[in-house]
């Protein structure tokens, strides 16, 4: 096989999936000069792309059809296998020489098995998740992990440029899924320590952003203490990233974790507090809801809380 480099004006991109951070991607794409086709299962989601000059496509076979790199970045596995190895999916409808790239966080043994039923028609298909929030998806600044063929990561490589700043290719089929599930399992223990941390300041009686002037650039900096907890200080839970997607992120490295023989304690701990969050009615709001479910836990409501320094226990 042989695949050629995109090229903007000549290049015919596929985008499937225009949520919150794939709307934005595809954005960036369009904005590259890149002929774009677009799917999306609520095309109400992908009207402010086809406004830009994006056409519309009524399936994912029929956004394979009308280019040659193909993009996808959906929910879950199941939506994964169905969008790219369904009866009327990307893989039915793609020419030899063509690429796909999934961007959805996903089981790296699917990423195995859609790259080998790819190989068999003549297509390259890479896995290539994201990290950065609809932050970094916006400002075109993600972290992309990417495993596959290399000369196809290399001949994709402007369009994902694109999108971020940091494109790595982690190795073979599966490795950028396994790449992004260690992101996952460091993102899950930073959540806890901030959101735990926040609890913390504000009993106290600290002024919370306050505090953040002195810890965030100090040992504790890290993207979610920086990004996501003035967002819990000013009640904003709107999703950069959803609670129910985290949550099944967890539940695939624990998945992977059982598989190898690892024993991931803290993991476990998070993926049950993310279910209480979910059960709490938060599923859709962001990852930093998690203070709400900590909150609950010692009986604060934080969303009511006083403004400005916080009551101290033996004040109230």
Same mark, same amino acid.
């Given at each position: 096989m042989s695949v050629r480099v995109v090229e903007p004006g000549r290049t015919r991109v596929g985008w499937i999936g225009t949520g919150v951070m794939g709307a934005s991607m595809c954005g960036h794409v369009l904005s590259a000069g890149y002929e774009v086709t677009v799917y999306n299962r609520t095309r109400a989601k992908a009207e402010p792309l086809l406004r830009r000059g994006a056409r519309w496509a009524d399936s994912p076979n029929a956004v394979a059809e009308a280019s040659d790199v193909v993009f996808t970045i959906v929910g879950y596995p199941a939506d994964v296998r169905q969008v790219i190895l369904g009866p009327d999916g990307v893989l039915s409808g793609c020419?030899?020489?063509?690429?796909?790239?999934?961007?959805?966080?996903?089981?790296?043994?699917?990423?195995?098995?859609?790259?080998?039923?790819?190989?068999?028609?003549?297509?390259?298909?890479?896995?290539?998740?994201?990290?950065?929030? =609809?932050?970094?998806?916006?400002?075109?600044?993600?972290?992309?992990?990417?495993?596959? =063929?290399?000369?196809?990561?290399?001949?994709?490589?402007?369009?994902?440029?694109?999108?971020?700043?940091?494109?790595?290719?982690?190795?073979?089929?599966?490795?950028?899924?396994?790449a992004k599930l260690v992101n996952q399992i460091v993102i899950a223990g930073t959540m806890i320590g901030v959101c735990e941390a926040l609890l913390y300041g504000y009993?106290?009686?600290? =002024?919370?952003?306050?505090?953040?002037?002195?810890?965030?650039?100090?040992?504790?900096?890290?993207?979610?203490?920086?990004?996501?907890?003035?967002?819990?200080?000013?009640?904003?839970? =709107?999703?950069?990233?959803?609670?129910?997607?985290?949550?099944?992120?967890?539940?695939?490295?624990?998945?992977?974790?059982?598989?190898?023989?690892?024993?991931?304690?803290?993991?476990?701990?998070?993926?049950?507090l993310y279910l209480s969050v979910a059960a709490l009615g938060h599923g859709r709001s962001g990852t930093q809801a998690l203070e709400l479910a900590l909150a609950s836990m010692s009986n604060i409501d934080w969303r009511h809380r006083p403004t400005g320094r916080a009551a101290r226990p033996e004040q109230t």
């Open positions: 020419r030899p020489g063509s690429v796909i790239v999934d961007m959805t966080t996903s089981q790296p043994a699917l990423a195995v098995e859609i790259a080998q039923a790819a190989a068999q028609r003549g297509v390259y298909a890479l896995d290539a998740p994201v990290s950065g929030g =609809d932050v970094g998806a916006r400002e075109a600044r993600l972290s992309i992990m990417v495993g596959g =063929d290399a000369e196809a990561v290399e001949a994709v490589r402007p369009c994902l440029e694109a999108m971020g700043k940091t494109i790595v290719r982690q190795g073979g089929p599966g490795s950028g899924q396994h009993r106290a009686g600290l =002024d919370l952003p306050t505090v953040l002037q002195s810890i965030a650039s100090g040992a504790a900096q890290s993207w979610t203490l920086s990004n996501l907890a003035p967002r819990v200080i000013a009640n904003n839970f =709107d999703p950069g990233f959803f609670v129910e997607h985290f949550i099944k992120d967890m539940g695939i490295a624990l998945e992977e974790a059982r598989r190898m023989g690892l024993a991931l304690p803290g993991l476990a701990l998070v993926h049950q």
